[in-house]
């Protein structure tokens, strides 16, 4: 089945203490991003991928690490999380190939983080 | 910068009715858009997407429109059932850019049995 999955799909942690959420598809997609939501300002990007080892910040990327270091895994990283990254993280992969959904965006399930 | 904006934010029917959601954006070199459902908790599935050199696509009780030159989307979903309650996100992408998706706040949908 094609997906993208996450995990953990919920986390609670401290201040301070590095963490990592995975990311992994298995749809062979060039486009890979990290987004956080959160209410009232509904979901934002935080890094994107074009490819192995290209990456690029998004509108909130302060915080924030990500790699690329095979084309399936899109890891994002926080280093010294603090209570404002709270939030509900996506992970989401794309093909920039042809066919009807070229550039169709796909959803992992979320990964809800509290930081205490 | 582009802008999306859904109104009503929130919108409550009852079972059976048809309706119509919309999406504005300010930017009308778009290379797509696209609709998307999320329930509660849960990820975005993703429910039609337009090109920028089509018009409209269908996928069974769902028809979104596209007119690119006005920075308009609708969403129209037939004869409504109380499992289409979710909140309908539309979200753009831009031309020429590996940029991802624009995201509008959503419309929370509510179908009355």
């Known amino acids: 089945e094609a997906q993208v999955t996450q995990n953990p799909r919920y986390l609670i942690t401290v201040t301070g203490k590095k963490l990592t959420v995975t990311c992994s598809q298995n749809?062979?997609?060039?486009?890979m991003s990290w987004y956080r939501q959160d209410p009232g300002l509904g979901l934002r990007q935080i890094y994107y991928s074009m490819n192995v080892e290209v990456t690029d910040k998004g509108d909130v990327p302060e915080g924030y690490k990500v790699s690329r270091k095979e084309k399936r895994n899109f890891p994002l990283i926080l280093e010294s999380p603090s209570p404002n990254q709270t939030s509900l993280y996506f992970c989401?992969?794309?093909?920039?190939?042809?066919?009807?959904?070229?550039?169709?965006?796909?959803f992992g399930p979320g990964t809800r983080l509290t930081v205490l | 910068k582009q802008e999306v904006t859904q109104i009503p934010a929130a919108l409550s029917v009852p079972e059976g009715e048809n309706l119509v959601l919309n999406c504005s954006f300010t930017?009308?070199?778009?290379?797509?858009l696209q609709w998307f459902r999320q329930d509660p908790g849960k990820g975005l599935t993703s429910l039609l997407l337009i090109q920028s050199s089509q018009r409209e696509q269908t996928s069974g009780r769902l028809n979104a429109s596209l007119d690119k030159s006005s920075g308009r989307s609708t969403l129209y979903i037939a004869a409504s059932q109380p499992g289409d309650s979710a909140t309908y996100l539309c979200?753009?992408?831009?031309?020429?850019?590996?940029?991802?998706?624009?995201f509008g706040s959503g419309t929370q949908l509510t179908v009355l049995p």
């Open positions: 930017d009308s070199a778009i290379y797509n």
């Open positions: 979200a753009v992408r831009p031309p020429g850019s590996a940029r991802q998706l624009t």
């Open positions: 989401a992969s794309s093909s920039r190939t042809g066919g009807r959904s070229y550039n169709e965006q796909f």
């Open positions: 749809m062979n997609h060039e486009y």
